[in-house]
């Protein structure tokens, strides 16, 4: 009996193209913004074509110290393989190492408008601490070099937050706008939402989001601490009035969120959880969160710090990323501007 050939490359099916980025503005990624997102980055390897890249260019909006940003910049690359994210299935890359960011991001602001780019709610919630006339014309045109990231790679999807659907909306409204003065150059990158995203709050203030910029130091648990800390955190959470264990984010937030972290870590259901602290109390279930946190974290952390012991693995990581993503980038900025009527190099 004949045997059946493998496909050739040209009859395997084409994956959609999903691009992200995340800042390496801190020293750890936390459970916040890796239990409420990043985590599914890896599952996209399975069924798209990645590029993730480290926004170290938007990172400058806010005031960096630069041997901090640099190390960080290695930090974020490690904890994402770390996590899971394969280098020879995901293009990783810092975004200083694309030019064409910057290039594609000035002609897109020739196409945009002042007053639509002053109603980005980022600008207008961040400006309004400092106050706008001390904000920066980065901080006023992030969104359009968001937009340039995004475009650069004619990307199917983009895996978004809802902080960050404008954003999205104004990328496409960029991505009309072009095509129609200039022909059709990109396609419309679609929102991917994040299935059953893990809405994680802060354990000492259950009211707000973990967040690097709102949580205290003992309401945010980091992935590269030392699990002890993480653990300790876990116990001292705060919780509700009554001792009944039951998930109801309206009248029991802290409980509440130590379920649904419970639940993101150990893929149990939260009814199930909740089923089998019947007739125990916080401390119980506080107890075994902290044990199912350090068995998480310990992995994690110790594989962080072996990358980060192999700095010129993590150069040759980021390099390769560098030259998947520029060869796409470069394609995609030629047709940009042959299009607008710039004059070959």
Not at 150 to 162: D, F, H, K, N, S
Not at 266 to 286: F, H, M, P
Request: proline residues 6%; aromatic residues 8%; glycine residues 6%.
């Amino acid at each position: 009996m004949a045997r059946m050939s493998e496909p050739t490359p040209a009859e395997k099916p084409v994956r959609p193209r999903v691009l992200s980025g995340i800042q390496p503005t801190s020293d750890s990624f936390h459970f916040g913004n890796y239990l409420g997102a990043l985590r599914q980055w890896v599952e996209l390897q399975e069924t798209h074509e990645p590029f993730f890249f480290i926004a170290n260019m938007h990172a400058l909006t806010l005031e960096q110290e630069p041997k901090k940003l640099r190390e960080r910049t290695f930090v974020a690359a490690a904890q994402l393989m770390a996590m899971g994210i394969d280098p020879q299935r995901s293009a990783i890359f810092v975004q200083s190492h694309m030019p064409e960011h910057a290039e594609l991001a000035w002609v897109l602001q020739c196409l945009t408008g002042f007053g639509e780019a002053r109603r980005m709610t980022q600008f207008k919630d961040k400006s309004a601490k400092a106050g706008e006339g001390s904000s920066s014309v980065g901080l006023f045109t992030y969104p359009i070099l968001q937009a340039a990231d995004i475009l650069l790679y004619r990307p199917a999807y983009v895996p978004v937050g809802e902080d960050q659907r404008q954003h999205l909306e104004l990328t496409r409204d960029l991505a009309q706008r072009f095509n129609h003065r200039y022909k059709r150059a990109f396609r419309l990158p679609e929102p991917y939402i994040l299935k059953e995203t893990a809405k994680i709050l802060d354990l000492q203030n259950p009211a707000i989001k973990m967040s690097k910029s709102n949580s205290s130091p003992g309401g945010i648990v980091e992935m590269l601490d030392d699990p002890k800390v993480s653990a300790k955190k876990v116990r001292s959470a705060v919780t509700d009035s009554g001792s009944e264990i039951r998930f109801d984010p309206e009248t029991k937030p802290g409980i509440s969120n130590l379920l649904t972290i419970y639940s993101a870590l150990s893929g149990r259901s939260i009814e199930d959880l909740v089923t089998s602290y019947e007739g125990q109390g916080y401390g119980a279930l506080k107890g075994d969160l902290a044990d199912v946190v350090v068995d998480f974290v310990t992995p994690f952390r110790n594989r962080t710090l072996e990358l980060l012991d192999d700095r010129a693995e993590l150069e040759r990581v980021l390099r390769a990323g560098a030259e998947t993503a520029g060869a796409v980038a470069r394609a995609t900025l030629a047709d940009v501007y042959d299009r607008v009527g710039f004059v070959g190099r």
